[in-house]
């Protein structure tokens, strides 16, 4: 909801600073690789930070080309390119993304500058972080065949709006993107708990025994880069259940999200997501148990009021501040979302009259009642929105309340 100028500075220079802190890890970045099938390699980068993990990609050798599975950070594509080509000198056919935050699409423009078809799903458009770059857009699969790999893309809404799993049928490896990390703890996203265990269930279904599984953050281990089974898909989706399990009963006893952090069990319960037993000092998982419970709370215990299909459809349409500054309001089933290009997907909260909380994963990051609050003609049928934002905004201090107009 980018409303006027100074707004749209103040997210430009957002963005810049996020960006700039990217390039800085980009630039002391080095790329290690290994070779899995004969048509598969794995890719790693570790920045020279001993507390940046491990991010993993891969390499798809087909018969006429390359496909690069994601692009990590802007600044470190030339470093990227050369390790490429310490493997195959074929042409880079195709980049496909597991989602659009930057440290996964950074370098999609990059590549696609020397010559690859950019492809990502649909709703990196409208991605929180400014989307990524792409050539190809797909809806809900999409099936490639590179000559000697079938890959297969399937859209799910779990960490983001446009995570794909990425399976390679031939090599029997599944890319997990942010759904799946070993290094941090529970990364639920934009569909709650439930979002979260769909996708494991996905990746299950896809999987044998011998499937590798690749999460999208790891640590080093003694073997090298560090990869999964399908037998561990099961503990770790068991314990993104127990932490959601005892997040509730504490929630529901009233405490605060400071006494929730200290809570032993909580505690113990985060550290059990690291693989390699890297145990958090006590700063580090204060912070980072805070910061995940705020997003689980907002995204597990939002207050509805549900609204039939026929209910929520008044407020369907495009709403305009001016010609730079459009919110579209759509609905999917019962679900009522607003969208903006390159800036954000939030799914509207039904609460009282014609007020909607933003239930956005990466939208709001206090714990805030930020909303959109919708003008209604006499028939029902809504002509405005005016973003009902309070001054700890991620978008700004004091930000005032703007009209925005429903247009035909």
């Known amino acids: 909801m980018i409303k006027n100028k100074r707004i749209k500075v103040m997210v430009t220079l957002l963005l810049s600073l996020i960006m ?27 920045s020279a930070s001993p507390r940046v993990s491990v991010i993993n990609m891969g390499l798809v050798i087909g018969k006429d080309g390359l496909l690069l599975i994601d692009t990590y950070l802007p600044g470190s594509s030339e470093a990227l ?7 195959s000198n074929k042409p880079i056919k195709y980049v496909l993304n597991t989602h659009s935050h930057p440290d996964h699409s950074g370098g999609n423009k990059f590549f696609a500058d020397q010559g690859a078809i950019v492809i990502s799903q649909e709703n990196a458009r409208y991605g929180s972080l400014g989307g990524s770059y792409a050539q190809l857009r797909f809806k809900q699969n999409l099936n490639l065949d590179l000559g000697g790999e079938q890959i297969q893309a399937i859209h799910v809404v779990s960490h983001t709006y446009d995570d794909t799993i990425i399976y390679l049928k031939n090599s029997n490896v599944v890319f997990m993107g942010d759904n799946l990390t070993t290094q941090a703890f529970i990364s639920i996203g934009e569909r709650g708990l439930a979002g979260h265990l769909a996708v494991f269930d996905l990746a299950i279904s896809l999987a044998n025994k011998n499937t590798l599984v690749v999460p999208a953050h790891a640590t080093l281990s003694k073997q090298g880069l560090s990869t999964l089974r399908k037998q561990d898909l099961y503990g770790y989706k068991k314990k993104h259940q127990l932490w959601m399990q005892r997040l509730v009963e504490l929630y529901r006893q009233g405490l605060s999200i400071d006494d929730m952090s200290r809570d032993e069990q909580m505690i113990s319960l985060t550290q059990d997501f690291h693989a390699d037993g890297h145990k958090r000092n006590d700063r580090e998982i204060d912070r980072y148990i805070k910061s995940r419970i705020l997003i689980a709370i907002k995204s597990e215990f939002s207050t509805s009021h549900p609204l039939t299909e026929k209910e929520l459809k ?12 459009e919110i579209e309001v759509f609905q999917k089933q019962d679900k009522l979302y607003a969208r903006q290009l390159d800036a954000y997907i939030v799914e509207l909260i039904p609460t009282q009259g014609q007020n ?16 959109f609050y919708f003008d209604l003609d006499a028939s029902g049928i809504a002509t405005s929105l005016t973003p009902v934002l309070t001054e700890n905004s991620m978008w700004g201090d004091n930000i005032k309340q703007v009209k925005m107009f429903k247009i035909e």
């Open 20 to 46: 700039m802190s990217f390039t800085s890890v980009a630039a002391n970045v080095k790329f290690i690789s290994k070779k899995i099938t004969k048509n598969f390699h794995l890719i790693s980068a570790q």
């Open 81 to 87: 390119l050369t390790k490429i080509r310490e493997i």
């Open 314 to 325: 008044p407020y369907i349409g495009h709403y305009r501040f001016d010609e730079n500054t």
């Open 356 to 371: 909607f909380l933003l239930k956005g994963y990466f939208f709001g990051r206090n714990d805030s009642k930020e909303m």
